[in-house]
Nanobody, 114 residues
Framework: QVQLVESGGGLVQTGGSLRLSCAASRSISSFDRMGWFRRAPGNQRELVATISRTGITNFAASVKDRFSISRDNAENTVYLQMNSLKIEDTAVYFC????????WGQGTQVTVSS
């Protein structure tokens, strides 16, 4: 059973930064792609960013110039660096991995206040 454990969420003011971490229970090299989704109150879950095994990244248009995603294979961890945070970034952020099936973390709350 694969476990993905997120950390790093919290409360931050507009314009601030946070770094989310997703620690996997097995080698992240075994996943074709990993990434982050988010769900804001009243909204559906949406893609934020993904990174492939070879390091190819993909971002939602709303975060492309502010967020970055990276992976540390030695630590089996994927990171989401979030800069210039906006109120509309407030959401529960979920770690995701794909390896012939979808795997999800439990989520971590990010709240951006004015």
């Amino acid at each position: 059973q694969v476990q993905l454990v997120e950390s790093g969420g919290g409360l931050v003011q507009t314009g601030g930064s946070l770094r989310l971490s997703c620690a996997a229970s097995r080698s992240i090299s075994s996943f074709d792609r990993m990434g982050w989704f988010r769900r804001a109150p009243g909204n559906q879950r949406e893609l934020v960013a993904t990174i492939s095994r070879t390091g190819i990244t993909n971002f939602a248009a709303s975060v492309k110039d502010r967020f970055s995603i990276s992976r540390d294979n030695a630590e089996n961890t994927v990171y989401l660096q979030m800069n210039s945070l906006k109120i509309e970034d407030t959401a529960v952020y979920f770690c995701w991995a794909w390896a012939n099936d979808n795997y999800w973390g439990q989520g971590t709350q990010v709240t951006v206040s004015s």
